[in-house]
Protein backbone atom coordinates (compact mmCIF):
# COMPACT_ATOMS: atom_id res chain seq x y z
CA UNK A 1 0.00 0.00 0.00
CA UNK A 2 2.83 2.69 1.34
CA UNK A 3 4.64 1.71 -1.97
CA UNK A 4 1.52 2.39 -4.11
CA UNK A 5 0.53 5.46 -2.24
CA UNK A 6 3.96 6.78 -2.77
CA UNK A 7 4.47 5.62 -6.31
CA UNK A 8 0.88 7.90 -6.95
CA UNK A 9 2.40 10.80 -5.36
CA UNK A 10 5.69 11.24 -7.24
CA UNK A 11 3.79 10.77 -10.77
CA UNK A 12 2.29 14.34 -11.04
CA UNK A 13 5.82 16.13 -9.28
CA UNK A 14 7.99 15.00 -12.43
CA UNK A 15 5.14 16.01 -14.96
CA UNK A 16 5.49 19.67 -13.36
CA UNK A 17 9.48 19.30 -13.58
CA UNK A 18 9.24 18.40 -17.09
CA UNK A 19 6.89 21.22 -18.07
CA UNK A 20 9.28 23.30 -16.68
CA UNK A 21 11.60 22.05 -18.42
CA UNK A 22 10.23 22.44 -21.87
CA UNK A 23 9.20 25.93 -21.23
CA UNK A 24 12.69 27.16 -19.98
CA UNK A 25 14.01 25.52 -23.27
CA UNK A 26 11.64 27.44 -25.15
CA UNK A 27 12.45 30.45 -23.91
CA UNK A 28 16.31 29.63 -24.81
CA UNK A 29 15.03 29.73 -28.41
CA UNK A 30 12.76 32.21 -27.96
CA UNK A 31 16.22 33.99 -26.99
CA UNK A 32 18.21 33.17 -29.49
CA UNK A 33 15.68 33.72 -32.46
CA UNK A 34 15.05 37.52 -31.05
CA UNK A 35 18.46 38.94 -31.95
CA UNK A 36 18.59 36.63 -35.12
CA UNK A 37 15.47 38.18 -36.11
CA UNK A 38 16.50 42.10 -34.94
CA UNK A 39 20.01 41.20 -37.33
CA UNK A 40 17.78 40.05 -40.56
CA UNK A 41 15.72 43.16 -39.97
CA UNK A 42 18.64 45.06 -40.05
CA UNK A 43 20.29 43.73 -42.66
CA UNK A 44 17.18 43.44 -45.38
CA UNK A 45 16.42 47.33 -43.83
CA UNK A 46 13.43 47.65 -41.36
CA UNK A 47 11.77 50.61 -40.61
CA UNK A 48 11.28 51.69 -36.93
CA UNK A 49 8.04 51.23 -35.46
CA UNK A 50 7.27 55.25 -35.71
CA UNK A 51 7.24 55.30 -39.58
CA UNK A 52 6.29 52.91 -42.48
CA UNK A 53 7.71 54.32 -45.75
CA UNK A 54 4.37 53.20 -48.04
CA UNK A 55 5.27 50.29 -50.44
CA UNK A 56 6.20 50.70 -53.80
CA UNK A 57 3.84 48.12 -55.60
CA UNK A 58 4.02 47.81 -59.60
CA UNK A 59 3.06 45.64 -61.81
CA UNK A 60 5.02 47.56 -64.70
CA UNK A 61 6.81 43.46 -65.09
CA UNK A 62 3.08 42.17 -66.29
CA UNK A 63 2.73 45.91 -68.48
CA UNK A 64 5.71 45.51 -69.97
CA UNK A 65 5.25 42.31 -71.22
CA UNK A 66 1.88 42.94 -72.76
CA UNK A 67 2.64 46.03 -74.09
CA UNK A 68 5.73 44.33 -75.91
CA UNK A 69 3.71 41.55 -77.24
CA UNK A 70 1.94 44.46 -79.05
CA UNK A 71 4.91 46.23 -80.22
CA UNK A 72 6.19 43.35 -81.86
CA UNK A 73 2.85 42.51 -83.51
CA UNK A 74 2.39 45.90 -84.60
CA UNK A 75 6.42 46.33 -85.39
CA UNK A 76 8.20 45.78 -88.79
CA UNK A 77 7.84 42.23 -90.96
CA UNK A 78 11.83 41.11 -89.94
CA UNK A 79 12.68 37.99 -89.67
CA UNK A 80 13.03 36.97 -85.91
CA UNK A 81 16.62 36.50 -85.88
CA UNK A 82 17.57 39.85 -86.98
CA UNK A 83 18.08 41.46 -83.21
CA UNK A 84 19.29 38.12 -81.73
CA UNK A 85 21.48 38.39 -84.93
CA UNK A 86 21.88 42.22 -84.18
CA UNK A 87 22.54 41.54 -80.10
CA UNK A 88 25.16 39.24 -80.78
CA UNK A 89 26.89 41.63 -83.11
CA UNK A 90 26.62 44.62 -80.60
CA UNK A 91 28.57 42.16 -77.93
CA UNK A 92 31.56 42.12 -80.42
CA UNK A 93 31.36 45.40 -82.37
CA UNK A 94 33.68 47.48 -80.01
CA UNK A 95 36.79 44.35 -80.59
CA UNK A 96 35.22 43.69 -84.15
CA UNK A 97 35.49 47.17 -84.64
CA UNK A 98 39.56 47.73 -83.19
CA UNK A 99 40.27 44.74 -84.84
CA UNK A 100 39.49 46.12 -88.68
CA UNK A 101 40.72 49.31 -88.08
CA UNK A 102 43.99 47.51 -87.06
CA UNK A 103 43.84 45.39 -90.07
CA UNK A 104 43.14 48.21 -92.03
CA UNK A 105 45.82 50.31 -91.01
CA UNK A 106 48.36 47.38 -92.08
CA UNK A 107 46.65 46.51 -95.26
CA UNK A 108 45.97 50.49 -96.31
CA UNK A 109 42.36 49.82 -97.54
CA UNK A 110 38.76 51.27 -96.67
CA UNK A 111 36.64 50.06 -94.46
CA UNK A 112 34.16 48.44 -95.97
CA UNK A 113 30.47 49.51 -94.55
CA UNK A 114 28.54 46.89 -91.60
CA UNK A 115 25.22 46.15 -92.21
CA UNK A 116 22.78 45.37 -89.60
CA UNK A 117 18.64 44.96 -89.82
CA UNK A 118 18.01 47.38 -87.16
CA UNK A 119 17.05 50.59 -85.71
CA UNK A 120 18.81 53.74 -86.41
CA UNK A 121 22.12 54.15 -83.90
CA UNK A 122 23.83 57.30 -83.10
CA UNK A 123 22.60 60.24 -84.03
CA UNK A 124 23.74 63.68 -83.58
CA UNK A 125 20.96 66.18 -83.70
CA UNK A 126 21.55 69.58 -85.01
CA UNK A 127 18.22 71.21 -86.64
CA UNK A 128 16.20 74.59 -86.93
CA UNK A 129 15.66 74.11 -83.49
CA UNK A 130 19.28 74.83 -82.11
CA UNK A 131 19.55 71.10 -80.14
CA UNK A 132 22.80 70.38 -79.57
CA UNK A 133 24.33 66.96 -80.29
CA UNK A 134 23.66 64.78 -77.74
CA UNK A 135 26.77 63.06 -76.20
CA UNK A 136 28.29 60.07 -74.22
CA UNK A 137 25.67 57.78 -72.17
CA UNK A 138 22.65 60.01 -73.72
CA UNK A 139 24.08 59.09 -77.46
CA UNK A 140 24.74 55.57 -76.81
CA UNK A 141 21.09 55.69 -74.76
CA UNK A 142 19.74 56.99 -78.14
CA UNK A 143 21.03 53.98 -79.82
CA UNK A 144 19.63 51.46 -77.49
CA UNK A 145 16.35 52.70 -78.10
CA UNK A 146 16.59 52.82 -81.73
CA UNK A 147 17.80 49.36 -81.50
CA UNK A 148 14.51 48.52 -79.74
CA UNK A 149 11.95 50.75 -80.75
CA UNK A 150 13.33 52.00 -84.46
CA UNK A 151 12.02 55.59 -85.61
CA UNK A 152 9.70 56.54 -83.19
CA UNK A 153 13.04 57.56 -80.93
CA UNK A 154 13.81 60.16 -83.77
CA UNK A 155 10.09 61.49 -83.30
CA UNK A 156 10.76 61.40 -79.51
CA UNK A 157 13.75 63.31 -79.31
CA UNK A 158 12.05 65.58 -82.01
CA UNK A 159 8.90 66.26 -80.98
CA UNK A 160 10.70 66.40 -76.99
CA UNK A 161 9.06 69.14 -75.15
CA UNK A 162 10.48 71.36 -72.30
CA UNK A 163 9.68 69.83 -68.50
CA UNK A 164 6.45 70.66 -67.36
CA UNK A 165 5.31 70.47 -63.15
CA UNK A 166 8.78 70.81 -62.01
CA UNK A 167 7.85 71.55 -59.02
CA UNK A 168 6.18 68.76 -58.57
CA UNK A 169 9.21 66.50 -60.01
CA UNK A 170 10.96 68.17 -57.39
CA UNK A 171 8.72 66.84 -54.68
CA UNK A 172 9.26 63.59 -55.97
CA UNK A 173 12.56 63.66 -55.80
CA UNK A 174 13.09 65.07 -52.16
CA UNK A 175 10.51 62.46 -51.16
CA UNK A 176 12.97 59.72 -52.90
CA UNK A 177 15.88 61.07 -50.80
CA UNK A 178 14.12 61.16 -47.64
CA UNK A 179 12.91 57.26 -47.89
CA UNK A 180 16.26 56.88 -48.40
CA UNK A 181 17.97 58.28 -45.25
CA UNK A 182 15.03 57.34 -43.19
CA UNK A 183 15.65 54.22 -42.13
CA UNK A 184 19.14 54.44 -41.15
CA UNK A 185 18.16 58.00 -39.20
CA UNK A 186 15.59 56.25 -37.22
CA UNK A 187 18.40 53.72 -36.17
CA UNK A 188 20.25 56.12 -33.85
CA UNK A 189 19.14 56.98 -30.39
CA UNK A 190 20.73 60.74 -30.55
CA UNK A 191 18.47 61.11 -33.74
CA UNK A 192 15.12 61.23 -32.32
CA UNK A 193 14.55 64.55 -33.24
CA UNK A 194 15.58 64.80 -36.58
CA UNK A 195 13.70 61.22 -36.93
CA UNK A 196 10.90 63.23 -36.25
CA UNK A 197 11.25 65.98 -38.62
CA UNK A 198 12.41 63.69 -41.22
CA UNK A 199 9.06 61.42 -40.59
CA UNK A 200 7.09 64.55 -40.98
CA UNK A 201 8.50 66.19 -43.71
CA UNK A 202 8.00 62.77 -45.65
CA UNK A 203 3.99 62.37 -44.35
CA UNK A 204 3.26 65.82 -45.68
CA UNK A 205 4.40 65.34 -49.13
CA UNK A 206 2.47 61.74 -49.19
CA UNK A 207 -0.34 63.98 -48.21
CA UNK A 208 0.06 66.47 -50.87
CA UNK A 209 1.57 64.62 -53.77
CA UNK A 210 -1.52 62.51 -53.48
CA UNK A 211 -3.72 65.17 -53.99
CA UNK A 212 -1.63 67.44 -56.58
CA UNK A 213 -0.51 66.21 -60.12
CA UNK A 214 0.54 69.54 -61.89
CA UNK A 215 2.44 72.43 -60.20
CA UNK A 216 -0.98 74.04 -60.52
CA UNK A 217 -2.70 71.89 -57.87
CA UNK A 218 0.19 72.38 -55.35
CA UNK A 219 -0.71 74.64 -52.39
CA UNK A 220 0.34 77.79 -51.95
CA UNK A 221 3.05 77.54 -49.32
CA UNK A 222 4.81 74.50 -51.02
CA UNK A 223 7.73 76.62 -51.58
CA UNK A 224 8.08 76.70 -47.73
CA UNK A 225 7.57 72.72 -47.43
CA UNK A 226 9.92 72.30 -50.11
CA UNK A 227 13.04 74.11 -48.25
CA UNK A 228 12.16 72.70 -45.01
CA UNK A 229 11.97 69.27 -46.49
CA UNK A 230 15.83 70.21 -48.09
CA UNK A 231 16.86 71.60 -44.43
CA UNK A 232 16.18 68.32 -43.06
CA UNK A 233 17.63 65.98 -46.02
CA UNK A 234 20.82 68.38 -45.47
CA UNK A 235 20.53 67.24 -41.44
CA UNK A 236 20.24 64.23 -42.60
CA UNK A 237 23.15 63.81 -45.05
CA UNK A 238 25.51 65.32 -42.04
CA UNK A 239 24.80 62.25 -39.85
CA UNK A 240 27.02 59.66 -39.93
CA UNK A 241 25.08 56.49 -40.76
CA UNK A 242 25.87 53.40 -42.66
CA UNK A 243 25.91 54.18 -46.15
CA UNK A 244 25.67 50.67 -47.09
CA UNK A 245 21.91 50.91 -45.99
CA UNK A 246 21.08 54.57 -47.71
CA UNK A 247 22.77 53.20 -50.86
CA UNK A 248 20.87 49.76 -50.99
CA UNK A 249 17.54 51.75 -50.15
CA UNK A 250 18.22 54.54 -53.08
CA UNK A 251 19.20 51.58 -55.66
CA UNK A 252 15.70 49.92 -55.13
CA UNK A 253 13.99 53.00 -55.73
CA UNK A 254 16.25 53.49 -58.68
CA UNK A 255 15.18 50.27 -59.67
CA UNK A 256 11.49 50.78 -59.50
CA UNK A 257 11.83 54.44 -61.13
CA UNK A 258 13.31 52.69 -63.95
CA UNK A 259 11.00 49.92 -64.46
CA UNK A 260 8.03 52.48 -64.87
CA UNK A 261 10.18 54.07 -67.02
CA UNK A 262 10.75 51.64 -69.19
CA UNK A 263 7.40 50.42 -68.81
CA UNK A 264 6.03 53.80 -70.13
CA UNK A 265 8.89 54.31 -72.92
CA UNK A 266 7.15 51.09 -74.18
CA UNK A 267 3.77 52.31 -73.85
CA UNK A 268 4.63 55.41 -75.91
CA UNK A 269 6.50 53.40 -78.33
CA UNK A 270 3.42 51.09 -79.12
CA UNK A 271 1.33 54.02 -79.32
CA UNK A 272 3.35 55.82 -82.37
CA UNK A 273 3.43 52.36 -84.26
CA UNK A 274 -0.63 52.16 -83.24
CA UNK A 275 -0.82 56.00 -85.13
CA UNK A 276 1.39 54.37 -87.74
CA UNK A 277 -0.49 51.85 -89.02
CA UNK A 278 -3.77 52.82 -88.22
CA UNK A 279 -5.90 54.60 -90.88
CA UNK A 280 -6.58 58.79 -89.54
CA UNK A 281 -9.85 59.04 -88.52
CA UNK A 282 -10.39 62.02 -91.18
CA UNK A 283 -9.43 59.64 -94.20
CA UNK A 284 -11.68 56.85 -92.93
CA UNK A 285 -14.32 59.32 -93.09
CA UNK A 286 -13.55 60.03 -96.33
CA UNK A 287 -13.42 56.34 -97.67
CA UNK A 288 -17.27 55.96 -96.50
CA UNK A 289 -18.35 59.25 -97.64
CA UNK A 290 -17.16 58.26 -101.43
CA UNK A 291 -18.32 54.64 -100.84
CA UNK A 292 -21.88 55.84 -99.90
CA UNK A 293 -22.09 58.79 -102.86
CA UNK A 294 -20.59 56.37 -105.43
CA UNK A 295 -23.62 53.71 -105.09
CA UNK A 296 -26.16 57.00 -104.67
CA UNK A 297 -25.25 58.53 -107.39
CA UNK A 298 -22.37 57.14 -110.68
CA UNK A 299 -24.41 58.65 -113.49
CA UNK A 300 -20.93 60.46 -114.15
CA UNK A 301 -19.52 57.08 -114.20
CA UNK A 302 -17.20 56.90 -118.02
CA UNK A 303 -15.34 54.45 -118.69
CA UNK A 304 -12.06 54.82 -121.67
CA UNK A 305 -10.78 51.12 -122.42
CA UNK A 306 -9.06 51.88 -125.63
CA UNK A 307 -6.84 54.73 -124.10
CA UNK A 308 -6.12 52.05 -120.90
CA UNK A 309 -4.23 49.76 -122.85
CA UNK A 310 -2.80 51.70 -125.74
CA UNK A 311 0.94 51.03 -125.54
CA UNK A 312 1.82 54.39 -127.12
CA UNK A 313 0.81 56.32 -124.24
CA UNK A 314 2.71 56.81 -120.64
CA UNK A 315 0.92 54.43 -118.61
CA UNK A 316 1.81 54.94 -114.72
CA UNK A 317 0.76 52.27 -112.11
CA UNK A 318 -0.09 52.55 -108.40
CA UNK A 319 -0.77 50.42 -105.86
CA UNK A 320 -2.49 52.20 -102.97
CA UNK A 321 -5.61 52.06 -100.49
CA UNK A 322 -5.12 55.70 -99.63
CA UNK A 323 -7.26 58.05 -101.71
CA UNK A 324 -5.42 61.48 -100.86
CA UNK A 325 -1.60 59.96 -101.20
CA UNK A 326 -2.55 58.45 -104.82
CA UNK A 327 -4.18 61.91 -105.43
CA UNK A 328 -1.29 63.83 -104.39
CA UNK A 329 1.06 61.47 -106.77
CA UNK A 330 -1.29 61.82 -109.40
CA UNK A 331 -1.58 65.61 -108.89
CA UNK A 332 2.45 66.07 -108.63
CA UNK A 333 3.05 64.11 -111.61
CA UNK A 334 0.31 65.85 -113.94
CA UNK A 335 1.25 69.24 -112.90
CA UNK A 336 4.92 69.00 -113.82
CA UNK A 337 4.26 66.76 -117.25
CA UNK A 338 5.29 68.66 -120.28
CA UNK A 339 1.77 66.95 -121.99
CA UNK A 340 -0.64 65.35 -119.73
CA UNK A 341 -2.35 64.07 -122.60
CA UNK A 342 -0.25 60.87 -123.00
CA UNK A 343 -0.49 60.13 -119.30
CA UNK A 344 -2.66 56.98 -118.24
CA UNK A 345 -2.81 56.17 -114.43
CA UNK A 346 -3.91 52.95 -113.12
CA UNK A 347 -4.25 52.53 -109.61
CA UNK A 348 -5.00 49.25 -108.27
CA UNK A 349 -6.53 48.91 -104.89
CA UNK A 350 -8.33 46.52 -103.24
CA UNK A 351 -12.21 45.46 -103.27
CA UNK A 352 -12.80 47.71 -99.78
CA UNK A 353 -11.44 50.64 -101.07
CA UNK A 354 -12.63 50.01 -104.85
CA UNK A 355 -15.50 51.99 -105.44
CA UNK A 356 -14.28 55.11 -102.93
CA UNK A 357 -11.55 55.70 -105.26
CA UNK A 358 -13.54 55.08 -108.18
CA UNK A 359 -16.08 57.84 -107.46
CA UNK A 360 -12.80 60.00 -106.64
CA UNK A 361 -11.48 59.69 -109.43
CA UNK A 362 -14.27 59.91 -111.56
CA UNK A 363 -15.48 63.05 -109.63
CA UNK A 364 -12.08 64.81 -110.00
CA UNK A 365 -9.99 66.00 -113.32
CA UNK A 366 -6.14 65.90 -113.39
CA UNK A 367 -5.81 68.09 -116.75
CA UNK A 368 -5.78 65.69 -119.68
CA UNK A 369 -4.45 62.73 -118.17
CA UNK A 370 -6.90 60.10 -117.34
CA UNK A 371 -7.34 57.57 -114.13
CA UNK A 372 -7.95 53.96 -114.29
CA UNK A 373 -9.33 52.30 -110.83
CA UNK A 374 -8.52 48.28 -110.95
CA UNK A 375 -10.05 45.38 -107.72
CA UNK A 376 -6.80 43.65 -107.65
CA UNK A 377 -9.05 41.39 -105.79
CA UNK A 378 -10.17 39.27 -108.76
CA UNK A 379 -6.40 39.16 -110.53
CA UNK A 380 -4.89 36.71 -107.72
CA UNK A 381 -4.13 34.00 -109.16
CA UNK A 382 -5.30 30.49 -108.15
CA UNK A 383 -1.45 29.21 -107.67
CA UNK A 384 -1.21 31.38 -104.26
CA UNK A 385 -0.68 28.95 -102.16
CA UNK A 386 -0.72 29.45 -97.96
CA UNK A 387 2.96 31.15 -97.77
CA UNK A 388 2.00 34.26 -99.94
CA UNK A 389 -0.70 36.22 -98.90
CA UNK A 390 -4.11 36.24 -101.20
CA UNK A 391 -4.79 39.71 -100.84
CA UNK A 392 -3.62 43.43 -102.14
CA UNK A 393 -0.31 43.97 -100.67
CA UNK A 394 1.62 47.37 -100.72
CA UNK A 395 5.61 47.75 -101.17
CA UNK A 396 7.41 46.31 -97.91
CA UNK A 397 9.60 48.60 -95.98
CA UNK A 398 12.52 47.49 -94.17
CA UNK A 399 14.38 49.57 -91.78
CA UNK A 400 18.37 49.09 -92.12
CA UNK A 401 21.30 50.36 -90.05
CA UNK A 402 24.65 50.39 -91.78
CA UNK A 403 27.79 51.29 -90.60
CA UNK A 404 30.67 53.01 -92.37
CA UNK A 405 34.06 55.06 -91.34
CA UNK A 406 35.23 58.50 -91.94
CA UNK A 407 38.51 58.06 -90.78
CA UNK A 408 40.60 55.68 -88.96
CA UNK A 409 39.55 57.06 -85.74
CA UNK A 410 35.73 57.95 -86.13
CA UNK A 411 32.74 55.99 -87.21
CA UNK A 412 29.55 57.52 -88.24
CA UNK A 413 25.78 54.92 -88.43
CA UNK A 414 23.48 55.76 -90.52
CA UNK A 415 19.27 54.25 -91.06
CA UNK A 416 17.86 53.97 -94.67
CA UNK A 417 14.53 52.44 -94.77
CA UNK A 418 14.30 50.31 -98.28
CA UNK A 419 10.94 49.52 -99.25
CA UNK A 420 10.68 46.44 -101.69
CA UNK A 421 8.17 44.86 -104.20
CA UNK A 422 5.14 43.07 -102.62
CA UNK A 423 3.74 40.16 -103.35
CA UNK A 424 1.01 42.06 -106.35
CA UNK A 425 3.48 43.65 -107.96
CA UNK A 426 4.52 40.59 -109.78
CA UNK A 427 1.13 40.66 -110.89
CA UNK A 428 1.56 43.04 -113.71
CA UNK A 429 2.48 41.35 -116.69
CA UNK A 430 -0.71 39.42 -115.73
CA UNK A 431 -3.06 42.42 -115.40
CA UNK A 432 -1.18 44.55 -118.25
CA UNK A 433 -1.11 41.92 -120.91
CA UNK A 434 -1.16 44.47 -123.78
CA UNK A 435 1.39 46.90 -122.61
CA UNK A 436 5.40 47.17 -122.80
CA UNK A 437 6.33 49.33 -120.73
CA UNK A 438 5.03 51.18 -117.23
CA UNK A 439 6.58 53.34 -114.49
CA UNK A 440 5.26 52.39 -111.20
CA UNK A 441 5.27 55.31 -108.07
CA UNK A 442 4.89 54.45 -104.82
CA UNK A 443 1.96 56.32 -103.27
CA UNK A 444 4.57 57.82 -100.25
CA UNK A 445 6.06 60.01 -103.62
CA UNK A 446 5.52 63.63 -104.71
CA UNK A 447 6.64 64.46 -108.19
CA UNK A 448 8.32 67.85 -109.06
CA UNK A 449 9.47 67.21 -112.81
CA UNK A 450 8.77 66.23 -115.88
CA UNK A 451 8.90 62.26 -116.08
CA UNK A 452 8.35 61.76 -119.87
CA UNK A 453 12.31 61.51 -120.31
CA UNK A 454 11.93 58.33 -118.50
CA UNK A 455 10.29 56.58 -121.88
CA UNK A 456 12.55 57.23 -124.08
CA UNK A 457 15.71 55.20 -121.58
CA UNK A 458 17.51 52.58 -123.06
CA UNK A 459 17.87 50.00 -120.40
CA UNK A 460 20.03 47.49 -122.57
CA UNK A 461 19.04 44.12 -121.51
CA UNK A 462 17.81 44.97 -117.96
CA UNK A 463 14.42 44.69 -116.49
CA UNK A 464 13.95 47.37 -114.21
CA UNK A 465 14.78 51.06 -113.68
CA UNK A 466 15.10 51.81 -109.87
CA UNK A 467 17.54 54.02 -107.76
CA UNK A 468 20.19 51.42 -106.04
CA UNK A 469 21.76 51.31 -102.64
CA UNK A 470 25.08 50.11 -103.33
CA UNK A 471 25.92 50.90 -99.47
CA UNK A 472 24.30 47.88 -99.14
CA UNK A 473 25.09 44.83 -100.95
CA UNK A 474 23.23 41.28 -100.50
CA UNK A 475 25.89 40.15 -99.29
CA UNK A 476 25.62 42.20 -95.88
CA UNK A 477 22.44 41.17 -95.41
CA UNK A 478 23.06 37.25 -96.47
CA UNK A 479 21.62 36.12 -93.11
CA UNK A 480 18.56 37.16 -93.79
CA UNK A 481 18.31 35.59 -97.46
CA UNK A 482 18.26 32.02 -96.77
CA UNK A 483 20.64 29.42 -98.56
CA UNK A 484 19.80 30.79 -102.07
CA UNK A 485 22.44 31.71 -104.60
CA UNK A 486 23.12 35.18 -105.20
CA UNK A 487 25.75 37.65 -105.94
CA UNK A 488 27.45 38.87 -102.75
CA UNK A 489 28.65 41.84 -104.35
CA UNK A 490 25.67 43.14 -106.11
CA UNK A 491 23.49 46.49 -104.71
CA UNK A 492 19.88 46.51 -103.21
CA UNK A 493 17.21 48.25 -104.83
CA UNK A 494 14.45 50.61 -104.40
CA UNK A 495 11.14 50.81 -104.98
CA UNK A 496 9.53 54.36 -105.41
CA UNK A 497 10.08 55.62 -109.06
CA UNK A 498 10.55 52.35 -111.21
CA UNK A 499 10.63 51.77 -115.06
CA UNK A 500 9.63 48.32 -115.81
CA UNK A 501 10.17 46.60 -119.01
CA UNK A 502 7.46 44.13 -119.28
CA UNK A 503 7.94 42.82 -122.32
CA UNK A 504 11.42 41.24 -121.40
CA UNK A 505 9.92 40.62 -117.61
CA UNK A 506 7.39 38.43 -119.83
CA UNK A 507 10.69 37.02 -121.78
CA UNK A 508 12.47 36.19 -118.36
CA UNK A 509 9.41 34.43 -116.14
CA UNK A 510 10.64 36.70 -113.62
CA UNK A 511 7.28 36.37 -112.09
CA UNK A 512 7.86 32.72 -111.87
CA UNK A 513 11.10 32.83 -110.87
CA UNK A 514 9.77 34.93 -107.79
CA UNK A 515 7.66 32.52 -106.74
CA UNK A 516 10.21 29.88 -107.04
CA UNK A 517 11.95 32.08 -104.79
CA UNK A 518 9.53 32.72 -101.77
CA UNK A 519 9.01 29.33 -101.56
CA UNK A 520 12.85 28.80 -100.98
CA UNK A 521 13.02 31.95 -98.65
CA UNK A 522 9.89 30.90 -96.63
CA UNK A 523 11.73 28.19 -95.36
CA UNK A 524 13.55 30.84 -93.44
CA UNK A 525 10.74 32.52 -91.53
CA UNK A 526 10.01 36.10 -92.00
CA UNK A 527 12.22 36.22 -94.92
CA UNK A 528 9.63 35.57 -97.88
CA UNK A 529 9.37 39.76 -98.91
CA UNK A 530 12.97 39.95 -99.50
CA UNK A 531 13.11 37.69 -102.43
CA UNK A 532 12.63 40.38 -104.36
CA UNK A 533 15.97 40.98 -103.79
CA UNK A 534 17.27 38.13 -105.42
CA UNK A 535 14.47 38.32 -108.22
CA UNK A 536 16.06 41.11 -110.10
CA UNK A 537 19.88 40.05 -109.01
CA UNK A 538 21.64 41.65 -112.28
CA UNK A 539 18.40 43.08 -114.00
CA UNK A 540 18.32 46.75 -112.49
CA UNK A 541 19.63 49.44 -114.81
CA UNK A 542 20.40 51.96 -112.16
CA UNK A 543 18.73 55.05 -112.44
CA UNK A 544 20.44 58.45 -111.43
CA UNK A 545 20.79 59.74 -108.02
CA UNK A 546 19.54 63.00 -109.32
CA UNK A 547 16.37 61.39 -109.78
CA UNK A 548 15.13 60.18 -106.51
CA UNK A 549 15.61 62.02 -102.87
CA UNK A 550 14.44 59.54 -99.95
CA UNK A 551 14.57 59.98 -96.49
CA UNK A 552 11.12 62.06 -96.06
CA UNK A 553 9.48 59.82 -93.65
CA UNK A 554 12.10 59.17 -91.13
CA UNK A 555 15.16 61.76 -91.84
CA UNK A 556 15.06 65.16 -90.15
CA UNK A 557 18.30 66.56 -91.75
CA UNK A 558 17.78 66.50 -95.27
CA UNK A 559 18.54 70.05 -96.66
CA UNK A 560 16.65 72.40 -98.54
CA UNK A 561 18.60 72.48 -101.32
CA UNK A 562 18.48 68.54 -102.23
CA UNK A 563 14.54 68.89 -101.86
CA UNK A 564 14.44 71.14 -104.44
CA UNK A 565 16.66 69.58 -106.89
CA UNK A 566 14.95 65.95 -106.60
CA UNK A 567 12.73 64.77 -109.34
CA UNK A 568 10.59 62.60 -106.99
CA UNK A 569 10.70 62.88 -103.25
CA UNK A 570 10.20 59.43 -101.24
CA UNK A 571 8.51 59.38 -97.78
CA UNK A 572 9.89 56.04 -97.38
CA UNK A 573 9.72 55.68 -93.12
CA UNK A 574 6.53 55.42 -90.53
CA UNK A 575 6.18 59.21 -90.52
CA UNK A 576 3.92 59.13 -93.62
CA UNK A 577 3.22 62.88 -95.04
CA UNK A 578 -1.05 62.02 -94.19
CA UNK A 579 -0.02 61.24 -90.89
CA UNK A 580 -0.08 63.69 -87.55
CA UNK A 581 3.06 62.12 -86.84
CA UNK A 582 4.69 63.10 -90.18
CA UNK A 583 8.11 65.48 -90.42
CA UNK A 584 6.18 69.22 -89.89
CA UNK A 585 9.06 70.89 -92.13
CA UNK A 586 8.42 68.17 -95.20
CA UNK A 587 4.73 68.16 -95.04
CA UNK A 588 4.33 71.71 -97.31
CA UNK A 589 5.73 69.89 -100.48
CA UNK A 590 2.74 67.38 -100.19
CA UNK A 591 -0.25 69.10 -98.99
CA UNK A 592 0.27 71.77 -101.78
CA UNK A 593 -0.87 69.05 -104.55
CA UNK A 594 -4.23 68.87 -102.47
CA UNK A 595 -7.39 70.86 -103.71
CA UNK A 596 -8.23 72.70 -99.97
CA UNK A 597 -11.86 73.83 -101.49
CA UNK A 598 -13.06 69.93 -102.00
CA UNK A 599 -16.33 69.49 -100.40
CA UNK A 600 -15.47 65.65 -99.53
CA UNK A 601 -12.07 66.93 -97.44
CA UNK A 602 -13.67 69.70 -95.87
CA UNK A 603 -16.47 67.75 -94.37
CA UNK A 604 -14.08 65.14 -93.49
CA UNK A 605 -11.10 67.48 -92.26
CA UNK A 606 -8.93 66.04 -93.75
CA UNK A 607 -6.80 68.94 -95.21
CA UNK A 608 -4.93 70.72 -91.88
Not at 170 to 189: E, G, N, T
Not at 593 to 606: A, G, R, S, Y
Given at each position: ???G????????AK??W???A???L?L??L?M??P?G?L??LHN??H?????????????G????H????????????????LK???????NET?????????Q???G???P??V?LQ?LG???IS??????G??G?I?E??R???????????????N??D?????????K????????????????????A??R???????????I???????A?L??????K???????I?????VT?DCH?V?KKL?Q??????D?????MK?S????Q?????MP?SQH??S?R???E?F?D??????????YS?????H????????????????S???????SMNQ?F???TN?Q???A??H???????K?AI??????DPF?P???D??????LN???E?RV??????N?SAM?????YIS?????H?LL???F???E?????D??????Q???????LNM???VMG??Q??S??LGQ?R?Y?G?S?F???S???M?GL??I?????????????????????S??E?SA??A??????D?????????VL??????YE??????????????????K????????K??V??R?FLN????F??E?N?N?
Amino acid sequence: MKGGGGGGGVGPAKRRWRFLAVGVLFLVVLSMLVPLGFLLGLHNGFHSAGFVPRPHTTTSGDRSNHVDNLVRKLGPTLPKDILKHYVNEAKNETSSANATRKSQKKKGTPVPPQVVLQPLGKRNISGDGGKAGMKGGIDEGLRLCELQYGSYCIWHEENREDMKDSMVKKLKDQLFVARAYYPSVAKIPAQNALTRDLRQNIQELERILSESTTDADLPPEIQKKSERMEATIAKSKSVTTDCHNVDKKLRQIFDLTEDEANFHMKQSAFLYQLAVQTMPKSQHCLSMRLTVEYFRDNSFDQELPVKYSDPTLQHYVIFSTNVIASTVVINSTVMHARDSMNQVFHVLTNGQNYYAMKHWFLGNTFKDAIVEVLNIDPFIPDFYDKTTPSHLNLPTEFRVSFHGINNASAMHSRTQYISIFSHSHYLLPEIFKNLEKVVVLDDDVVVQQDLSTLWSLNMGQKVMGAIQICSVRLGQVRSYLGESNFHKNSCTWMSGLNVIDLARWRKLGISETHWKLVKEVSKKEGSAALASLLTFQDLIYALDNDWVLSGLGHDYELSTQSIKKAAVLHYNGNMKPWLELGIPKYKVYWRKFLNPENQFLNECNVNP
